[in-house]
């Protein structure tokens, strides 16, 4: 009895051992593939807030695809006041735009975030009014700041400067500009692109917007 006990011991402790060998090597391949997994997803340094308005699609679908590759959270702040709907080269603004508008949500907690992408359709030439007023609202401190727009025709460079003065205005470090075209011109006229083309140019921006947020 006592000799097999014995026999039983001999065999158990180096299962023992090898379970616990087995266990350590687990743990190693995953603290050594944890960093480099998180790493690929975003190459910078701290968490990325996309905040953005859209009003027919454009600019959602652009924040969608910088989210999903940068694997940041999203924010959209909804204007309670402005519902234009789509509004091309030939067709006009029916009511006047409220620029002083509501907008949902008021204000957002940034502060786990070091960098944030607005995104914003052109309005009037413009970040629209939800994004100006999200700026009055809120502070960008110590955030990199990245603004993306998306835009019927290529903005002029003193209507970009008069935006980033809005972030700045709300202590943002505005480190990027980029715009991405709805429409295009095709045989002399303007058309409009569609979302595929959109989220397509948007993927493009990914190195210099992680290039800016370093
Ligand atoms: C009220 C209003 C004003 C606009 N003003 C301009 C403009 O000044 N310049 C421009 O290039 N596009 C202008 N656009 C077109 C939008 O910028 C463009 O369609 C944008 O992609 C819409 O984004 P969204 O789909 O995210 O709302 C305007 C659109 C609206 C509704």
Request: net charge positive.
């Amino acid at each position: 009895m006592h000799a097999h006990t014995n026999h039983r011991d001999k065999r158990i402790i180096p299962l023992r051992h090898k379970s616990h060998n087995i266990l350590v090597l687990i743990v190693t391949i995953f603290s050594l593939c944890m960093p480099s997994l998180s790493h690929g997803k975003q190459e910078t340094a701290g968490k990325i807030l996309v905040l953005y308005y859209s009003n027919t699609g454009n600019t959602r679908a652009v924040c969608d695809a910088l989210r999903e590759k940068l694997g940041a959270d999203i924010v959209e702040i909804k204007d309670l006041k402005n519902n234009p709907g789509k509004l091309t080269m030939k067709t006009k603004l029916e009511k006047p735009l409220v620029m002083d508008t509501e907008i949902e949500p008021k204000t957002v907690d940034m502060s786990t975030y070091s960098s944030v992408i607005v995104g914003s359709p052109i309005w009037m030439g413009g970040l629209s009014p939800a994004i100006r007023k999200f700026a009055a609202l809120n502070t960008f401190a110590k955030k990199k700041v990245v603004i993306v727009t998306t835009t019927n025709a290529s903005e002029k460079d003193e209507l970009k400067e008069k935006n980033k003065a809005i972030v700045r205005a709300a202590k943002g470090d505005v480190v990027g500009y980029y715009q991405v075209m709805a429409m295009e011109e095709k045989n002399g006229t303007k058309v409009e692109r569609n979302k595929d083309q959109i989220i397509e140019d948007a993927r493009k921006l990914l190195p210099g917007i992680q290039k800016a947020f370093q």
